[in-house]
């Protein structure tokens, strides 16, 4: 019911820069929170950034000072800054969103939402 399309994703040399961006569509009441995963190979995935609707914000430590989330509630649309790249920052990125959604007899249920992962490698 809804689809997340990210974009944004490259290979850049350590220290540079990149912006993810993820657009939401579909059949759903409102977005209440989106953030970015990422999945390194052969690690699990873990949370990167996260913001809510009101622009409440919540980072990984290993991010902080370095990334930025920001959120366009009319576009559906949230974006990750993500400056001083590191190779350990080497992985696949994913958008998700926690959304309030119909269920079958159109009453508001919560459901999650993810992205296909776009991939992001910082590397010389």
């Not at 540079?16 to 990422?38: D, E, K, P, Q």
């Amino acid at each position: 019911q809804v689809q997340l399309v990210e974009s944004g994703g490259g290979l850049v040399q350590p220290g540079g820069s990149l912006r993810l961006s993820c657009a939401a569509s579909g059949r759903f009441f409102s977005i209440i929170v989106m953030g970015w995963y990422r999945q390194a190979p052969g690690k699990q995935r873990e949370l990167v950034a996260a913001i809510s609707r009101d622009g409440n914000t919540n980072y990984a430590d290993f991010v902080k000072g370095r990334f930025t989330i920001t959120r366009d509630n009319a576009k559906n649309t949230v974006y990750l800054q993500m400056n001083s790249l590191q190779p350990e920052d080497t992985a696949v990125y994913y958008c998700n969103a926690r959304v309030l959604q119909p269920n079958n007899v159109g009453s508001p249920v919560l459901g999650d939402a993810w992205g296909q992962g776009t991939q992001v490698t910082v590397s010389s």
